[in-house]
C-alpha cells in the first residue's frame, strides 16, 4: 500500500481546527452587556457585593477593557431559549485572550447577583452553564493580568509592576452569548483527538497505527463539513470499534492525578493569587460535580486559607468534596516552598503550619510531599519530611536538568542523616499535563524504571497560574482507560498511586545526598533585598520565641502565640520557590521587602519587651546570647555581664599595606586593601595561600541564554574583573580595641565600601561590604582563596550540612559549580580547617587551584548581587549590605557556630544577667529551637540537632520544674522515643549524625 500517513494526518488537523471544535457551540442568543471599570492600573479590586451593587455602564463585544493589572465587571443578560434536542446551554465568554498560557493572562470569575460564585474563565475553560428557559444574569469580574513571559520571552518589561505597567487597555470582549453545546460534535471532537494522538507516537510501521490512520479516515469521510453536527453521530460511529480495542496487560499505568500549579506569587502578585485560588477552585468543585471519576489534589495550606478568608461559599463548597475524598489536601506545607535555602526551623515550620492547618480543618494529616517545582531539594528533607508525617515524597523538577539525566523515576531517597523516603519523579516531565497522546507515550518511553515497575503518576491540569484540569481531560482520561496501544490511565489520589507504587518496588535503588536542580543556579542570588530579609526574620524569629517562652516559663509575660503564628506565615509565604529565589517580577519583591520590614519591626519591638521583663531593672550592661554556644563567658540562650575586651590590635602600616596583629591572630593587607595572610597564631598556619590575595571583589558578565534571573549560565566565569583599584583606604582603632580598615573603591557605576575588622581575642577577621550597585547583567563575587588542601567542602544546610566535592572529576561534580549553602561554609585539613560564614548570602562555590608551593588551595566565593534584568528588569539596582567573615575554625562545629554567630550578634542591654531557660552539656548538639507547644497546653517544646555528622550524648538540664519528658516529632506529637533517656530530672539525649530531635517539657 502507498504511505498515505501524511496527507492523512494533515487532514485531520484540519478538519479537527477549522470545522469539528468550531461547531462544539452553537450561538442561539445574543447577551446584552454593561460594563463598569474598577480603577484601572492604579486600582485595586473591590469585594464582588460592592462591584455587584455599583452602576453599569452601557457596553458591548468588541469593547477595549483592562488596562495591565485593572479589573474590569461585566454584566451579562439574556433569556436562554427552551432546550434543545442537541446538547445543554452554555454561556461562552472570550474575554480576548490568546488561544495558549491559562493563568499567564486575562481571567475572569463568574457570580450570580447575589454575589455567589459560579465558575472561573480562562482561554482553555471559558463557559458557564446555564438552564434553558431562564434568564441569564451574571456578573464577570475581568483580571487585565497582562502576558509577562510572552510572545518573546525574557525580554526586560515594565509589566511586572503597577507604576511601570501602562494604561493602555490589553484586551477586548470578543465573545458573550448563549450557545448549545452540541454533545455529538464534543464528543467527536475527543474521538479524534485521542485516537489521532496515539496515532502518532505509534512506531511508524506498526500495525495498530494503520489500522487508527484509515479507520479515521473513514470516519472523516462520514462527516459533512456543511453540515458537522448532523454528521457527527456517523463518524463516531466509525470511529467506536477503534476506542473499543482493549490495552495490553504490559502496558505502562499511569496514575492520573487532577491538580493546578498555582505560584503563590511569580508574574503576577499574592493578591492576584488569592483570586486565582478562587477561579481554579470553584472550577474543580464543578467539575467534580458533574464528573465522579475525578479526583483532585490540592497542595498549600496557605492558598486553602486565602480561599476560606476571601471565598468562604467556595472553601465549603471544597470541603465537601474534601469530605469524600475526592478533593485531595496534599504536600502538607503551608506553601511548595523554596528547600535550598529556607532555614531549618523554617522548614519544620513549613510543615508544621501546614499540616495543623489540614488537620484542623479536614482533619487529615498529608503523607506525601508535593514540591513540583521548587528548584532543587536539599539532602535535609528526607528526615524532616519523615518527621513531619510525611512517607513519600513527589517532584518532577530535576528533568529540567542541563547536563545529567537522572537515573530513576522510582526510587528511595537518602539525606544526610540516612533516613530515607520513597520518591516518585513524574516521567511526563510536567506538572502541568493535559493527557494528550504525546504526553502518555512520553511517560511510558521514559520511565527509566521500567522492568522492574510499570507504574508512573500524571499530574494533570492546567497550571502555574493555576486553572486546573478539564472536562476534555477526562473525555480523554475515560478513552485512554483501556485503549490499545496506549498507556492505561486510572484516575486516583497522590496516596493511591504510591501506596501501589512502592508494593510495586519495594526495593527501590537509594539516591544518596541531595536532588541538586544543574539549572537556575542564579536563584540562590537574585533579589537580594529578599534573601537578606528572609535570613533576618528566620533569626529574628528564634530570638522572639526563645525570649517569649523564658519571660512565659517565669511568669513575666503571656506568650504571644497568635502573634508568632501570624508572622511566622509572612515568612512561610515568601519561601514560597518564586519568592525567597527571586524570580518573581518587581511587585512581589517590592512588597516582600515591605512585608520583612514590618516583620522584623514588630519582633525587634517583642524581643525588646521580653528581654527588658527578664533583665528587669538595674544599670549594668549586659550582653545576651540568643546563640546555641557559650560565647565570651556569657551563657547560651541567656544573659551575662559584658567581658571587658582584651588588649587593643596593633595597627602599624607596612610597604604601603598594613600589619593587624591581635593575640590571636596577624593580618596583613597589601596596598589594594586585600588580605595577603592571615596567620594564626597559635597552630603558625597562614590562612591565605602565598601569592593569593582574599577579600578581592570580582565582576563577571552575567547574561544566561534564558530565565535571567533564574539562572546563571556556567560560561559566565570565561571573563572577570578584578575589583583591586583604590580609592581610599583608612585604618581605625574603636574604643573596644578592634582594628577596622576601610577600603573604598568605585566601579562602572556603581561604588563599594569594605569594611575588614579584626577583634581583640577573635579568630576571625569581619567583613562587610556596602554597595551602591548600578551594574546590568553583572554578577558580583568575592573570592577568599584559603590554603588548605581539601576534596571537599562542608555546606551547611537544614539541620546540618553536606559536602561536595571541590573538583570537577564527574559530569555531576561539574555542573554543581553553582551551589547554596546556609551560614557557612567549612573547608578543612585534619586538625585545621577554615569557616568563611555570612549573614545573608546563599550562593556559593569552592574552586581547587594549583599552589605555588605545592599541593592544592581552596577558593571560597560568595555571590553577592546579581543585576537580571527579567522579570523585574530593576533588579537589585541600590544600596546593598553585605557581612560575612574568615573564620579559623579547625573543627566543622567552630563553623556552625560561627554562622550562628555572625546571623545572632550578642544584644546589649542595662539590668541583671538572664539565666538560660535550660543549659546542654556534654557538648556535641545545638539547640535550634525553644518555644511553646502549638497546642496552647503551655509546654515547653525544645528541638536540637547534632551538626557536625558525629554520634554524641548530651544531657539537658532545664532550669525549671518538668513533669515529664517526652520525645515528639515535627508536628508536636508523641512519638517512639529515638535517643531520649529521662531520669529523675536529668535528661540525656543519644544521638545520630545529624538526628534531628525534638522534645516536650511539661511544666
Ligand atoms: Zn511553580
Redesign the pocket.
Known amino acids: 500500500m502507498h504511505d498515505r500517513r501524511r496527507l492523512i494526518e494533515d487532514r485531520i488537523t484540519r478538519v479537527l481546527t477549522e470545522r469539528i471544535r468550531p461547531a462544539v457551540h452553537r450561538p442561539v442568543a445574543p447577551l446584552q452587556v454593561e460594563v463598569r471599570h474598577v480603577g484601572g492600573g492604579q486600582g485595586e479590586p473591590v469585594p464582588p457585593v460592592e462591584a455587584i451593587g455599583a452602576s453599569y455602564e452601557p457596553g458591548a463585544v468588541g469593547q477595549p477593557w483592562g488596562p495591565a493589572w485593572g479589573t474590569t465587571w461585566f454584566h451579562l443578560t439574556g433569556a436562554v431559549p427552551p432546550a434543545a434536542d442537541d446538547g445543554p446551554h452554555e454561556v461562552v465568554i472570550d474575554l480576548g485572550w490568546s488561544p495558549h498560557s491559562p493563568g499567564f493572562q486575562a481571567e475572569g470569575l463568574a457570580y450570580r447577583p447575589d454575589g455567589s460564585v459560579v465558575k472561573g474563565l480562562n482561554p482553555m475553560n471559558g463557559w458557564i452553564p446555564v438552564e434553558p428557559g431562564t434568564e441569564v444574569d451574571l456578573y464577570v469580574e475581568a483580571a487585565a493580568n497582562p502576558l509577562v513571559l510572552q510572545p518573546h520571552p525574557f525580554l526586560p518589561t515594565g509589566l511586572g509592576e503597577k507604576a511601570t505597567a501602562g494604561d493602555r487597555p490589553l484586551y477586548r470582549l470578543a465573545r458573550a452569548e448563549i450557545c448549545v453545546r452540541d454533545t455529538q460534535v464534543w464528543e467527536l471532537a475527543a474521538d479524534l483527538d485521542v485516537l489521532d494522538g496515539l496515532m502518532r507516537e505509534l512506531p511508524a510501521d506498526d500495525g495498530w497505527r494503520a489500522e487508527l490512520l484509515l479507520g479515521i479516515e473513514r470516519a472523516l469521510d462520514r462527516l459533512d463539513l456543511g453540515d458537522v453536527s448532523a454528521t457527527a453521530s456517523d463518524a463516531r460511529a466509525e470511529l467506536a470499534a477503534l476506542l473499543a480495542r482493549r490495552g495490553a496487560d504490559t502496558a505502562h499505568r499511569v496514575s492520573a492525578v487532577g491538580h493546578a500549579?498555582i505560584?503563590s506569587a511569580?508574574l503576577w502578585p499574592v493578591r492576584e493569587t488569592v483570586r486565582k485560588v478562587a477561579r481554579t477552585v470553584a472550577n474543580v468543585t464543578q467539575l467534580l460535580d458533574d464528573h465522579p471519576g475525578l479526583i483532585y489534589a490540592m497542595s498549600s495550606a496557605q492558598q486553602y486559607e486565602w480561599l476560606e478568608k476571601h471565598r468562604p461559599e467556595v472553601f465549603e463548597r471544597l470541603k465537601q468534596h474534601v469530605a469524600t475524598g475526592r478533593f485531595v489536601p496534599t504536600g502538607g506545607m503551608w506553601v511548595?516552598s523554596d528547600t535550598n535555602m529556607v532555614g531549618g526551623e523554617a522548614m519544620a515550620r513549613q510543615f508544621l503550619l501546614g499540616q495543623r492547618y489540614f488537620r484542623e480543618k479536614f482533619g487529615v494529616t498529608c503523607r506525601e510531599v508535593w514540591l513540583p517545582?521548587s528548584f532543587g531539594y536539599s539532602a535535609a528533607l528526607p528526615q524532616i519530611v519523615r518527621q513531619a508525617g510525611c512517607t513519600h515524597f513527589l517532584t518532577q523538577k530535576i528533568s529540567w536538568n542541563q547536563q545529567n539525566v537522572f537515573p530513576h523515576h522510582t526510587f528511595r531517597w537518602e539525606g544526610i542523616d540516612g533516613t530515607r523516603v520513597f520518591t516518585h519523579f513524574p516521567p511526563v516531565d510536567t506538572y502541568t499535563a493535559e493527557l494528550t497522546g504525546r504526553e502518555l507515550a512520553h511517560a511510558a518511553s521514559n520511565f527509566r524504571d521500567k522492568g522492574a515497575t510499570n507504574r508512573s503518576l500524571v499530574p494533570f491540569g492546567y497550571g502555574?497560574g493555576g486553572g486546573g484540569p478539564t472536562r476534555e481531560m477526562l473525555q480523554r482520561a475515560a478513552r485512554t482507560a483501556d485503549l490499545a496501544g496506549s498507556p492505561r490511565v486510572t484516575i486516583e489520589s497522590p496516596a493511591q498511586f504510591f501506596a501501589a507504587a512502592e508494593a510495586d518496588y519495594p526495593d527501590a535503588p537509594v539516591w544518596v545526598g541531595e536532588l541538586y536542580l544543574e539549572l537556575h543556579r542564579g536563584t540562590y542570588t537574585s533579589q537580594a533585598r529578599t534573601k537578606e530579609g528572609n535570613r533576618r526574620c528566620e533569626h529574628l524569629l528564634r530570638e522572639a520565641e526563645l525570649w517569649a517562652t523564658t519571660a512565659a516559663v517565669r511568669g513575666l509575660a503571656d506568650y504571644p502565640a497568635d502573634q508568632l503564628t501570624r508572622l511566622w506565615k509572612v515568612v512561610l509565604l515568601q519561601q514560597f520557590?518564586?519568592i525567597l529565589p527571586g524570580s518573581s517580577i518587581a511587585w512581589v519583591h517590592r512588597e516582600a521587602a515591605e512585608n520583612y520590614a514590618a516583620v522584623e519591626a514588630e519582633l525587634e519591638e517583642l524581643i525588646t519587651a521580653r528581654l527588658r521583663l527578664l533583665a528587669g531593672s538595674g544599670d549594668a550592661e549586659i550582653a545576651v546570647n540568643a546563640t546555641p554556644f557559650d560565647d565570651d563567658s556569657l551563657p547560651s540562650l541567656g544573659a551575662g555581664p559584658v567581658a571587658p575586651a582584651g588588649p587593643a590590635v596593633v595597627v602599624e602600616r607596612r610597604n604601603g599595606g598594613v600589619l593587624l596583629t591581635s593575640e590571636v591572630l596577624q593580618v596583613t593587607l597589601d596596598g589594594h586593601g586585600l588580605v595577603v595572610s592571615m596567620v594564626d597564631l597559635s597552630s603558625g598556619r597562614d590562612v591565605i595561600p602565598t601569592g593569593e590575595r582574599a577579600n578581592l571583589l570580582q565582576l563577571h558578565q552575567d547574561f544566561p541564554n534564558k530565565w535571567d534571573a533564574w539562572d546563571l549560565d556556567e560560561f559566565y566565569r570565561n571573563t572577570v574583573r578584578d575589583l583591586d583599584d583604590v580609592a581610599d583606604l583608612q585604618v581605625d582603632v574603636r574604643d573596644d580595641g578592634a582594628a577596622v580598615v576601610t577600603v573604598t573603591r568605585g566601579f562602572g557605576g556603581s561604588s563599594a565600601i569594605q569594611t575588614m575588622t579584626l577583634r581583640p581575642g577573635a579568630r576571625q577577621l569581619d567583613c562587610a561590604v556596602d554597595v551602591d550597585w548600578h551594574e546590568r547583567e553583572t554578577v558580583l563575587k568575592v573570592a577568599l582563596p584559603i590554603d588548605v588542601h581539601a576534596t571537599d567542602a562542608a555546606y551547611e544546610t537544614q539541620f546540618g550540612h553536606l559536602r561536595r566535592p571541590t573538583h570537577t572529576n564527574t559530569s555531576w561534580d561539574a555542573a554543581r559549580f553553582e551551589v547554596c549553602a546556609h551560614r557557612f561554609v567549612h573547608v578543612a585539613e585534619p586538625g585545621f580547617g577554615v569557616a568563611v560564614a555570612n549573614s545573608a548570602t546563599y550562593g556559593h562555590e569552592v574552586t581547587r587551584h594549583e599552589a605555588s608551593r605545592g599541593g592544592t588551595f581552596s577558593t571560597v566565593r560568595l555571590s553577592l548581587l546579581r543585576a537580571p534584568r527579567f522579570p523585574d528588569p530593576e533588579t537589585d539596582q541600590g544600596r546593598h549590605h553585605r557581612r560575612y567573615a574568615l573564620v579559623v575554625a579547625p573543627e566543622v562545629t567552630d563553623a556552625v557556630r560561627a554562622g550562628y554567630r555572625i546571623n545572632l550578634p550578642h544584644r546589649r542591654l542595662t539590668g541583671a544577667p538572664i539565666e538560660p531557660l535550660l543549659q546542654v552539656s556534654g557538648g556535641g548538639a545545638v539547640i535550634e529551637a525553644v518555644k511553646l507547644a502549638e497546642d496552647g497546653s503551655g509546654d515547653v517544646i525544645v528541638r536540637l540537632y547534632e551538626p557536625a555528622g558525629a554520634r554524641t550524648r548530651v544531657t539537658l538540664e532545664p532550669t525549671f520544674p518538668v513533669r515529664e519528658v517526652t520525645q515528639v516529632d515535627l508536628l508536636e506529637d508523641p512519638m517512639e522515643p529515638d535517643g531520649l533517656e529521662a531520669a529523675d530530672g536529668s535528661i540525656t539525649l543519644r544521638l545520630r549524625p545529624f538526628q534531628l530531635a525534638t522534645l516536650r517539657l511539661r511544666r
Open positions: 500549579h505560584d511569580w511548595e517545582d502555574d520557590h518564586d
